[in-house]
């Protein structure tokens, strides 16, 4: 049986239901712990498991020391770019936002 291909449109949804499943974790996270922990920890999560990304597109050791320096300049630019999108959305928030409750 053929894969499918999924259109644009179809991995975009799928694309969000993930963000949205790691908000929805980081919420229920920040209910008990600071919010600058919990961001914290979804960098490292997310350098961990993009670092394992990268390995799965190395076919030995050599590529993936060689791929480094690349990966962390794909990476670094994707999330700078995200960042400045996310801060620029959240403005549009602020007022309802702002006085999150901090756990201490």
Same mark, same amino acid.
Request: hydrophobic share 35%; proline share 2%.
């Given at each position: 049986?053929?894969?499918?291909?999924?259109?644009?449109?179809?991995?975009?949804?799928?694309?969000?239901?993930?963000?949205?499943?790691?908000?929805?974790?980081?919420?229920?996270?920040?209910?008990?712990?600071?919010?600058?922990?919990?961001?914290?920890?979804?960098?490292?999560?997310?350098?961990?498991?993009?670092?394992?990304?990268?390995?799965?597109?190395? =076919? +030995? @050791?050599?590529? /993936?020391? %060689?791929?480094?320096? !690349?990966?962390?300049? &794909?990476?670094?630019? $994707?999330?700078?770019?995200?960042?400045? =999108? +996310? @801060?620029?959305? /959240?403005? %549009?928030?602020?007022? !309802?936002?702002?006085? &999150?409750?901090?756990? $201490?």
């Amino acid at each position: 049986m053929a894969e499918k291909t999924l259109s644009d449109d179809e991995v975009d949804v799928i694309y969000r239901q993930m963000i949205d499943s790691f908000i929805d974790s980081a919420n229920q996270l920040a209910e008990e712990n600071s919010p600058e922990n919990v961001g914290m920890a979804l960098l490292f999560a997310a350098s961990r498991f993009n670092a394992f990304v990268v390995s799965q597109h190395a =076919e +030995n @050791l050599e590529d /993936y020391e %060689k791929d480094g320096e !690349k990966a962390q300049q &794909f990476f670094i630019s $994707q999330y700078k770019e995200m960042l400045i =999108e +996310n @801060l620029d959305e /959240y403005k %549009k928030v602020y007022q !309802k936002y702002h006085k &999150f409750t901090r756990p $201490q």
